[in-house]
T-cell receptor, first 113, second 113 residues
Framework: KNQVEQSPQSLIILEGKNCTLQCNYTVSPFSNLRWYKQDTGRGPVSLTIMTFSENTKSNGRYTATLDADTKQSSLHITASQLSDSASYICVVRDNNAGNMLTFGGGTRLMVKP | GAGVSQTPSNKVTEKGKYVELRCDPI?????LYWYRQSLGQGPEFLIYFQGTGAADDSGLPNDRFFAVRPEGSVSTLKIQRTERGDSAVYLC???????????FGPGTRLTVT
């Protein structure tokens, strides 16, 4: 069964600090991997998408990395802001399954002043 | 432009009752997805429509759950004989085409008492 595991489950950091969220997956064959940000009471919003051949992709203060050999991805947030407080969900698309996505459980990030 | 909208935003119902949850996708999006998200977890796939037809309903937990998209636009998720375990946020997403980026609605929070 395809799985996506994220760590840590929750994280508290001070405003201005950096943090890194981890995602391990077993989905194979792999199509792409997205990181979503989900604010409380809202639907997930895509931050980055990476295909097999991409190792890193940035979107402002968010930088995602992908190691397709070890099936690991990370999301690095630089100079955190209070508005970064949200759940961050790693989502992997299975090439075989077409449109099927496997979602991780998310990391709940809280940025404190 | 208008994003994916879902109504109602909150629904409280008694055990055993019937509920309908509505999703209005982004205009022109042919693919529509329903997910269920329990507290602290990532979304769980329920059903996927391509146009009017359910291309994949493998995620529906049992026959109490049913979804329709009669004109290839608005979709309704129907839950019969609700149970307390059905309490969750039901997310809808749409995509311009199969395999494309999914845009999520804000979700409907269903509480079964």
């Amino acid at each position: 069964k395809n799985q996506v595991e994220q760590s840590p489950q929750s994280l508290i950091i001070l405003e201005g600090k950096n943090c890194t969220l981890q995602c391990n997956y077993t989905v194979s064959p792999f199509s792409n991997l997205r990181w979503y940000k989900q604010d409380t009471g809202r639907g997930p919003v895509s931050l980055t998408i990476m295909t097999f051949s991409e190792n890193t992709k940035s979107n402002g203060r968010y930088t995602a990395t992908l190691d397709a050999d070890t099936k690991q991805s990370s999301l690095h947030i630089t100079a955190s802001q209070l508005s970064d407080s949200a759940s961050y969900i790693c989502v992997v698309r299975d090439n075989n399954a077409g449109n099927m996505l496997t979602f991780g459980g998310g990391t709940r990030l809280m940025v404190k002043p | 432009g208008a994003g994916v909208s879902q109504t109602p935003s909150n629904k409280v119902t008694e055990k055993g009752k019937y509920v309908e949850l509505r999703c209005d996708p982004i205009s022109g999006h042919t693919a529509l997805y329903w997910y269920r998200q329990s507290l602290g977890q990532g979304p769980e796939f329920l059903i996927y429509f391509q146009g009017t037809g359910a291309a994949d309903d493998s995620g529906l937990p049992n026959d109490r759950f049913f979804a329709v998209r009669p004109e290839g636009s608005v979709s309704t998720l129907k839950i019969q004989r609700t149970e307390r375990g059905d309490s969750a946020v039901y997310l809808c997403a749409s995509s311009p085409q199969a395999g494309g980026e999914q845009y999520f609605g804000p979700g409907t929070r269903l509480t079964v008492t």
